[in-house]
């Protein structure tokens, strides 16, 4: 269960400020991306630069990097372990993610960095990571529906959670191709607590306007990516700016090219675990707005060949399935749905039943082949790879799916 509040967290991290500033960012998509492009930018400028993300990929510890490599793990257990026995002893009863906030910031301390990007977990308001009183910029991505009956089942309710993260006096960039309803919530939260210039990115026709784009070739990105990759460089610019160091654009440039963050259109090899000589799309979209973004870009890039689509997917219980299905699937599409194993440190989260998945996918469209593998990742991708033949293969549906596939092609590779 999940329980929304700063209470805990704050008696967890106590009342000292924190020897680091932050860049804070929220949003429903494109929050790990966006954070990914800025601690990437900020290692290229020499900037001590820690980071915070979630949930994890593989391991607990790998939602925490310093200077662009994933933290210790004796390093993280030891830090882990010393917030445990603080939760214990002042009977604070904090949330796994309260935890590892708190696990996440003293290791930043710690390894001495001068700026941590920080990924909000859930919401903004009153998500743990909220308890930053002074950040240098916070970043507001866009706004879908998600998670509605923790933040409202509507846009401005949801948009009025995410601008929680806004605080006095400090600038904020958004993504201003969110709709106008959004941005409205934005800007009067910002107007109403005196926050500092609110820059909207690309509100007009959502065309990023940056001066990123006189350096890095515009038709390399997908437009969501020049949205997120505008938002990291235009935050980037001003914590630098903020912490009395310059910004040089084409360093930032080179660095959001060479930024990797798995799990977002990514291109993975499967021979070591099926056979399969074609690349494999690996995308963890888990909501429509998500979804849309994936769709597009396969219908784009993939059905190109006159083969059919085959699709790996497994979702979340709570997640919009139907909403995720009918954006995703195409007439004659094949689909293998299955699972996902427990998530070390999230007991809430459940993977939905694949044989339901299947079932509402086949009143949606017209498959041609359509399996339910529940329990069995690695079946689940021998069976996709049979059917795919040589055609386009794409895993979607959850980022817990995506860390299942990469954390078994880790155990073949090592074999």
Request: hydrophobic share 40%; glycine share 8%; with cysteine.
């Amino acid at each position: 269960m999940i329980v929304l509040g700063l209470a805990k967290i704050s008696r967890l991290i106590g009342n000292s400020v924190l020897p680091w500033k932050a860049i804070h960012v929220a949003g429903t998509n494109g929050k790990g991306s966006v954070c990914a492009y800025i601690s990437s930018m900020l290692h290229a400028c020499a900037v001590p630069c820690g980071r915070f993300t979630s949930p994890h990929l593989i391991d607990k510890w790998d939602c925490i990097t310093i200077n662009e490599k994933v933290v210790e793990r004796s390093l993280f257990q030891r830090v882990a372990d010393q917030i445990q026995l603080k939760n214990d002893r002042e009977k604070i009863r904090a949330s796994e993610f309260e935890l590892l906030t708190a696990t996440a910031f003293e290791i930043f301390a710690k390894e001495k960095i001068k700026i941590g990007v920080v990924e909000v977990g859930l919401g903004g308001l009153l998500d743990a990571t909220n308890v930053l009183r002074d950040p240098l910029v916070t970043v507001i991505t866009k706004i879908g529906q998600d998670h509605e009956t923790l933040l409202g089942n509507t846009l401005p309710a949801i948009a009025s959670q995410k601008a929680g993260i806004l605080k006095p006096g400090v600038p904020s960039v958004v993504d201003g191709s969110n709709p106008a309803e959004v941005l409205k919530v934005v800007q009067a939260r910002s107007k109403e607590i005196e926050a500092g210039n609110l820059a909207c990115i690309g509100e007009r026709n959502g065309e990023a306007q940056s001066g990123l784009w006189d350096v890095l070739p515009r038709s390399q990105y997908q437009r969501h990516q020049q949205m997120n990759a505008t938002l990291a460089y235009e935050a980037t610019v001003i914590a630098l700016e903020r912490s009395g160091l310059s910004a040089e654009p084409s360093k930032l440039a080179t660095a959001i090219q060479k930024t990797v963050w798995p799990g977002r259109l990514q291109t993975i090899s499967l021979k070591s675990l099926t056979g399969r000589n074609e690349p494999v799309l690996l995308d963890g979209a888990h909501n429509a707005q998500s979804a849309a973004v994936l769709a597009s870009y396969v219908d784009e890039s993939m059905r190109t060949g006159g083969k059919p689509v085959t699709w790996l997917i497994a979702t979340s219980k709570g997640k919009d399935r139907q909403g995720i299905l009918s954006i995703l699937l195409r007439p004659n599409d094949n689909l293998m749905t299955t699972g996902f194993g427990p998530v070390d440190g999230m007991p809430w989260v459940e993977a939905a039943s694949p044989d339901d998945s299947l079932g509402q996918a086949r009143m949606l469209t017209q498959l041609y082949e359509s399996w339910s593998i529940p329990g069995d990742v690695r079946l689940a991708l021998t069976r996709a790879t049979k059917v795919s033949e040589e055609g386009p293969l794409v895993i979607a549906g959850s980022l817990y799916l995506v860390s299942e596939v990469l954390r078994l092609l880790r155990q073949s590779d090592r074999m």
